[in-house]
Nanobody, 121 residues
Framework: QVQLVESGGGLVQPGGSLRLSCTAS????????MGWYRQAPGSQRELVAT???????NFKNFAKGRFTISRDNAKNAVYLEMNSLKPGDTAVYYC???????????????WGQGTQVTVSS
């Protein structure tokens, strides 16, 4: 069974920083694209950023210049460094990864349980 476990959320003041981590474990043959999504109360889940196994990054406009995504393929981990945080960044942040469990299967998306980020003074 594949699991994605996030950590690093919390309460931060406007202008502050947080670093989210996500590690995948279980039956894993390969991991494709990894990324972060977020969902604010009353809103749909939205993409924040993604990164391929080769390091190609994609950011939504609101994240450009403030957020950085990175990954450690050896650790099956992805990270999100968030700077200059605003109250509008308050949301539950979810890790996502396209995981291939064996050489006989395709890549399937897996989700973490989410970690709360609250930006407030």
């Amino acid at each position: 069974q594949v699991q994605l476990v996030e950590s690093g959320g919390g309460l931060v003041q406007p202008g502050g920083s947080l670093r989210l981590s996500c590690t995948a474990s279980g039956m894993i043959s390969d991991i494709g694209v990894m990324g972060w999504y977020r969902q604010a109360p009353g809103s749909q889940r939205e993409l924040v950023a993604t990164i391929t196994s080769g390091g190609y990054r994609n950011f939504k406009n609101f994240a450009k210049g403030r957020f950085t995504i990175s990954r450690d393929n050896a650790k099956n981990a992805v990270y999100l460094e968030m700077n200059s945080l605003k109250p509008g960044d308050t949301a539950v942040y979810y890790c996502n990864a396209e995981i291939k469990e064996s050489i006989y299967t395709n890549y399937f998306p897996r989700w973490g349980q989410g970690t709360q980020v609250t930006v407030s003074s």
